[in-house]
T-cell receptor, first 113, second 112 residues
Framework: DAGVIQSPRHEVTEMGQEVTLRCKPISGHDYLFWYRQTMMRGLELLIYFNNNVPIDDSGMPEDRFSAKMPNASFSTLKIQPSEPRDSAVYFC???????????FGPGTRLTVL | GNSVTQMEGPVTLSEEAFLTINCTYTATGYPSLFWYVQYPGEGLQLLLKATKADDKGSNKGFEATYRKETTSFHLEKGSVQVSDSAVYFC???????????FGAGTQVVVTP
């Protein structure tokens, strides 16, 4: 299995631009998680989905952030407009309900100038 | 609510030294406990887990025992290698499936 795939691996953009991060979970997994990692705040859960339905988005920092999962093999996290404080590494993770473990992707390092 | 507290890093050790990273937790119900490892530039990987009291998780020479009486899940390795340099995260979940609560992470640096 290819594992969780994220793209792009690195993104540099200017303040005010729209940013879209992409994730392909492991085939057959029914849970998908988006995390943000920074030095100051550590690893934060932003949102998670079960069977493509958002279950808990209480970690989404503000309305500029949105996430979708149109099908079982694809999810996006969008920031519009982006701000310098959004600079972080964003991880996607997937899991299977019958096996309580999360598998993480390699992350997208976002830099907003 | 649930929380995980782990010792602050960085922890700097010489090769072949003994490593302990302390982790304590507060949780409602009966949590499952995990240690994840993050190597530079990579995502988190599951290192070991324990799902009930007195269980011992082990992998790659690392061990951790689920201690309900002290609400702890300390990670240990008897002889570290340079390749063990990474950030280690303690985590728990109390849902049959759902949110994980991660600790802040402990950076371990092993020198030759």
């Amino acid at each position: 299995d290819a594992g969780v795939i994220q793209s792009p691996r690195h993104e540099v953009t200017e303040m005010g631009q729209e940013v879209t991060l992409r994730c392909k979970p492991i085939s057959g997994h029914d849970y998908l998680f988006w995390y943000r990692q920074t030095m100051m705040r550590g690893l934060e859960l932003l949102i998670y989905f079960n069977n493509n339905v958002p279950i808990d988005d209480s970690g989404m920092p503000e309305d500029r952030f949105s996430a979708k999962m149109p099908n079982a093999s694809f999810s996006t996290l969008k920031i519009q407009p982006s701000e310098p404080r959004d600079s972080a590494v964003y991880f996607c993770a997937s899991g299977l309900s019958s096996y309580n473990e999360q598998f993480f992707g390699p992350g997208t390092r976002l830099t907003v100038l | 609510g649930n929380s995980v507290t782990q010792m602050e890093g960085p922890v700097t050790l010489s090769e072949e030294a003994f490593l302990t990273i302390n982790c304590t937790y507060t949780a409602t119900g009966y949590p499952s406990l995990f240690w994840y490892v993050q190597y530079p530039g990579e995502g988190l990987q599951l290192l070991l887990k324990a799902t009930k009291a007195d269980d011992k998780g082990s992998n790659k020479g690392f061990e951790a025992t689920y201690r309900k009486e002290t609400t702890s899940f300390h990670l240990e390795k008897g002889s570290v290698q340079v390749s063990d340099s990474a950030v280690y995260f303690c985590a728990l979940t109390t849902d049959s499936w759902g949110k994980f609560q991660f600790g802040a992470g402990t950076q371990v640096v092993v020198t030759p």
